[in-house]
Nanobody, 119 residues
Framework: VQLQASGGGLVQAGGSLRLSCAAS????????WGWYRQFPGKQRELVAC?????????QYRDSVKGRFTISRDNARNTLYLQMDNLKPEDTAVYYC????????????WGQGTQVTVSS
């Protein structure tokens, strides 16, 4: 499975970005999908995921609830992260991930895409 992330960029606080993650390869095996982010000098943290941790509904970390939406277009084999009302503290490198099991995804990773939110 190969994942290709895109869509990062520079945006002002309050603005929006949509990240995309194009999947290819043996994607029929994939059960869980997710987005992570990593701040400088910190470990990656899970932002949102689908069908992960035994739950079929989308899950979000508290700091992005109501602002970010994770979705998947099966026809295009693409995972999205719509990010609205962005804040400077959302500035990070964002990664998409997938897993063969319905767990917190971590089997496969896309390359990071930088999101920078200016105040």
């Amino acid at each position: 499975v190969q994942l290709q992330a895109s869509g990062g960029g520079l945006v002002q606080a309050g603005g929006s970005l949509r990240l995309s993650c194009a999947a290819s390869g043996s994607i029929r095996r994939i059960d869980a999908w997710g987005w992570y982010r990593q701040f400088p000098g910190k470990q990656r943290e899970l932002v949102a995921c689908i069908n992960c941790g035994g739950r079929t509904s989308a899950q979000y970390r508290d700091s992005v609830k109501g602002r970010f939406t994770i979705s998947r277009d099966n026809a295009r084999n693409t995972l999205y992260l719509q990010m609205d009302n962005l804040k400077p503290e959302d500035t990070a490198v964002y990664y998409c991930a997938a897993d063969n099991d319905p767990v917190i995804p971590g089997d496969y990773w896309g390359q990071g895409t930088q999101v920078t939110v200016s105040s």
